[in-house]
């Protein structure tokens, strides 16, 4: 696992493949109690973590870019943003709309490829978009999910062989659940056969 998804390592995940690793890494920003603090909460945190993920996603996209400077007001964009992906990934209604400016580069071995433009947060909104594009258009959009544990949300990629990963982690987020359901049917149970008539 790179160091540089610093978001996603919180949580022990695997990075998703490619590119689509910073889209996931930017959903895990969140500050989530137990994991860590919102990393787009101040300008020394999102610095720290912009730099981070943006040198993994160069590296996965074969291309040498610096990351984005950003502001305070760039910080407010972004967790909007960061809201609206969220919704995404859940399958509800975006909140909003987003845009976000990119160019297609012809490299000089002749493959054409989306590189972000604009500067602070609509640079990042950019490789952000351009990878959901990339990651709808390949129908891997569908694996990159969110826990179903209330207390966790953290976004990971599902890599099960029938796409069915609902816990980003089974140990922690998943075995929880399932004794928390467990306890619940035998309570239904002791409770149904202690009012049933005999």
Not at 63 to 85: F, K, Q, T, Y
Not at 171 to 177: D, M, R
Request: hydrophobic share 40%; aromatic share 6%.
């Amino acid at each position: 696992m790179s160091a540089a998804w610093s978001a996603s390592q919180r949580y022990g995940l695997a990075p998703a493949p490619g590119g689509l690793g910073l889209v996931q890494d930017f959903l895990n920003t969140r500050g989530i109690e137990g994991y860590g603090p919102d990393l787009l909460a101040d300008t020394t945190l999102a610095h720290d973590w912009v730099a981070g993920a943006v040198r993994a996603w160069s590296a996965a996209r074969g291309v040498d870019l610096p990351p984005p400077r950003l502001g305070d007001a760039d910080l407010a964009r972004l967790r909007a943003l960061r809201a609206g992906i969220d919704s995404l990934v859940t399958g509800e209604a975006p909140i909003g709309r987003s845009a976000a400016p990119a160019s297609l580069v012809m490299s000089d071995d002749g493959a054409v490829r989306l590189e972000p433009s604009g500067t602070g947060w609509r640079w990042l909104a950019s490789a952000l978009l351009a990878e959901i594009l990339l990651s709808q258009q390949a129908d891997t959009w569908r694996r990159v999910k969110q826990c179903h544990n209330r207390h966790c949300g953290s976004t990971f990629y599902d890599r099960s062989k029938n796409n069915s990963g609902v816990w980003h982690d089974v140990k922690t987020c998943g075995n929880a659940a399932n004794l928390r359901a467990s306890r619940a049917r035998r309570r239904e149970r002791e409770t149904g056969s202690a009012v049933s008539p005999r």
